[in-house]
């Protein structure tokens, strides 16, 4: 996905809490722990846990939690996490930010284990996250502008 935008200022948003749950709104939001208020991507410390971030459907509903651990770093251009969920016992999310000229491509990787309840929506759930990101990267589109 390509925005509109230098990739320093790409990233300077995408790593804060504030650009994550601009990307996920409306469809839900992400609540940092309190121990990690004000923290970006950025000054985390890389395979420490950051905490247990409570996700709103509708920036409302408590629908599940992410175990945030940030494993590989590379700042300005690229994020691994890699942290369980109460849906999932394994949760993987890459993301890399590169600069195209002018512009930046972002480009999200995902990978996923759902818990016992949740292995026969596999394919379906894999779909929901497709089409969320696909929602997310509308979202850092028009952003930018």
């Not at 990690?36 to 509708?58: F, M, Y």
């Not at 494993?71 to 999310?93: C, D, I, K, Q, Y």
């Not at 600069?99 to 990787?109: H, K, L």
Request: positive net charge.
């Amino acid at each position: 996905m390509t925005v509109n935008a230098p990739a320093a200022d790409v990233w300077a948003r995408v790593v804060t809490p504030e650009g994550i749950n601009h990307e996920m709104r409306p469809v839900m939001t992400m609540t940092l722990p309190r121990k990690a208020r004000g923290i970006t991507i950025d000054s985390i410390r890389v395979g420490q846990p950051v905490g247990r971030a409570l996700l709103r459907l509708g920036g409302l509903i408590p629908f599940d939690y992410d175990d945030l651990v940030v494993v590989e770093l590379e700042p300005g251009r690229r994020f691994r996490e890699e942290s369980t969920m109460l849906s999932m016992r394994a949760w993987v999310h890459d993301r890399t930010v590169e600069p195209a000229g002018e512009r930046t491509v972002v480009t999200d990787r995902i990978g996923f284990e759902p818990r016992l309840p949740l292995r026969l929506a596999g394919p379906l759930l894999k779909g929901v996250l497709q089409a969320f990101f696909a929602h997310r990267h509308r979202r850092l589109r028009r952003y930018f502008g």
